[in-house]
């Protein structure tokens, strides 16, 4: 039985603030290490649990991008009203999220990490037609966690909504038509080990971004959940050394 708590957190702090979002299907528990390793050095964050996630997959497929964007605008808006100074982070399609936000609301400073740049499976270019057959994806998910205490962190629905799937997909392509509009300071991290997510993400999102300052910065031993996988101290440890050089 799955006792993890699904619900979005909140730690208060300084002036400056982090928000963190989680992955498509996910939920804030993948994000709350991080929050509180974050919180521990003075920072105020807000973890957000996205429409449609940590709860159903019925409630799942009443949603679309924009839910999960709005969702997200939420916390920045929240951050916004208590820090001088704020920063957007999130895991996956959160790293989409997150971007979007750069985009359109000029945080202070983005961390994407493993963010898609596209979807590799061949599957996913038939779900548009799919999805008026099909409603339910039961996804084929092989652990690429090097740790195994990882999955203790996780919980993601196990079914998907195809027109979900195909929300997720429009909104790879808005955000990647976005990236030169985002220029604020930028860091993207992908894990090596990532079966998720195109090895080549990372830098094409690093590539296309808009931002005078941006780095790139791999992990050889983490896989697509880098905040609670093997390495997920040292990811944590450099999200808030580069929070720390862009809020002087």
């Known amino acids: ?45 807000r973890g957000v649990r996205l429409a449609g996630h940590g709860t159903s997959p019925e409630d799942m497929a009443t949603t679309t991008w924009r839910d999960w964007v709005a969702s997200a605008e939420a916390g920045l808006r929240e951050l916004e009203s208590l820090c001088e ?21 000029s945080p202070n400073g983005v961390i994407s990490m493993s963010t898609p740049a596209y979807i590799a499976d061949w599957r996913f270019r038939l779900l548009p037609l799919a999805r ?33 799937l195909v929300s997720l997909g429009q909104l790879i392509r808005l955000v990647r038509q976005e990236l030169p509009q985002v220029k604020v300071p930028a860091l993207v991290m992908q894990g090596e080990k990532d079966h998720h997510v195109p090895a080549d993400s990372a830098p094409i999102i690093f590539e296309e971004l808009g931002a005078a300052e941006k780095e790139l910065v791999w992990w050889p031993n983490s896989g697509h959940c880098i905040t609670v996988d093997s390495e997920r101290e040292a990811v944590w440890a450099r999200a808030y050394e580069f929070i720390a050089k862009h809020s002087q």
């Open 1 to 45: 039985m799955n006792t993890l708590d699904l619900n979005p957190f909140f730690f208060a702090g300084g002036p400056v603030g982090c928000l963190l979002v989680h992955g498509f299907s996910g939920s804030p528990p993948e994000m709350r290490p991080m929050g509180e390793y974050l919180a521990g050095k003075g920072l105020t964050v």
């Open 85 to 105: 100074q704020v920063f957007v982070a999130g895991l996956s399609m959160g790293g989409l999220l997150s971007l979007h936000l750069a985009a359109h609301h």
């Open 132 to 164: 008026y057959f099909i409603r339910w994806f039961t996804p084929d998910i092989e652990s690429d966690l090097t740790d195994p205490e990882a999955e203790k962190h996780l919980s993601a629905y196990q079914v998907l909504p195809v027109p979900c």
